[in-house]
């Protein structure tokens, strides 16, 4: 089963900003509260903002609402918001909606409902809209299975700096699956997610290794600690 990670508020803080400064009433004040952990306040200010149609505050507040940060969760209300910001093209509503499908929370769970909404976010290079969408098309999960489109999207998440995808794309390449095998390339994506912490990714990469002559090795090493992310592949 693929792996679906939440990407509800707190991420929204890094992603919306804490900039410009915080004024009464306004989006950045609600994720200054937030950031402060008074979830509270941060929802208080959130509501007319949300009922007043602001996608970017009712996308936050449904994350708010999801977690059950400052308030019991509300799956129902979470989702109704982020149907209201996702029809405006808030790529992190859609992709939350993605989410709630996928997950079955406070509904029925339909891959093919969530696929939709991944298609869409990352249409919009949201980056992990881009690798559930990937991962969607690799396992047929919604959709047809489509190694080869799965490829293109997982690469545009992984040169973005996304473990879970770079350690898909490791496989693709170390298997050849519609893709061309390439054995260097799929030890250096391994190399770094492990790097950034994902253990599924150095066991991949140990398995892989002694498949490598020393060349191979020493160069896919060298790719890998001058790598650094790129939103090259976020433009196109």
Do not use: C
């Amino acid at each position: 089963m693929m792996p679906y990670r939440l990407f509800f508020s707190l991420l929204l803080l890094a992603a919306l900003g804490l900039a410009p400064p915080a004024t009464a009433g306004t989006l950045p004040e609600a994720q200054a509260a937030a950031a402060d952990g008074r979830y509270a306040d941060a929802i208080d200010v959130l509501r007319p903002l949300a009922d007043a149609g602001d996608p970017d505050a009712q996308t936050y507040l449904g994350g708010l609402l999801i977690t059950g940060l400052g308030q019991p969760r509300d799956l129902a209300r979470a989702f109704e918001l982020f149907e209201k910001a996702a029809a405006k093209g808030q790529p992190f509503a859609q992709y939350n909606l993605g989410l709630m499908h996928a997950r079955g929370d406070g509904l029925p769970r339909s891959d093919i409902k969530a696929v939709e909404w991944y298609d869409k976010a990352a249409e919009q290079r949201l980056v992990p809209a881009m690798t559930q969408f990937g991962l969607s098309l690799l396992y047929g999960l919604g959709t047809q299975k489509n190694a080869k489109e799965a490829a293109i999207w997982l690469e545009r998440s992984a040169k973005a700096g996304d473990v879970e995808a770079q350690n898909q794309l490791g496989i693709l390449l170390a298997v050849g699956d519609q893709v061309p095998a390439d054995r260097t390339g799929a030890y250096v994506w391994f190399l770094l997610a492990a790097k950034g912490g994902l253990k599924t990714a150095w066991e991949n990469g140990e398995r892989l290794k002694p498949q490598l002559n020393d060349s191979e090795r020493t160069k896919a090493e060298r790719v890998a600690s001058d790598w650094r992310p790129s939103t090259d592949a976020l433009s196109n």
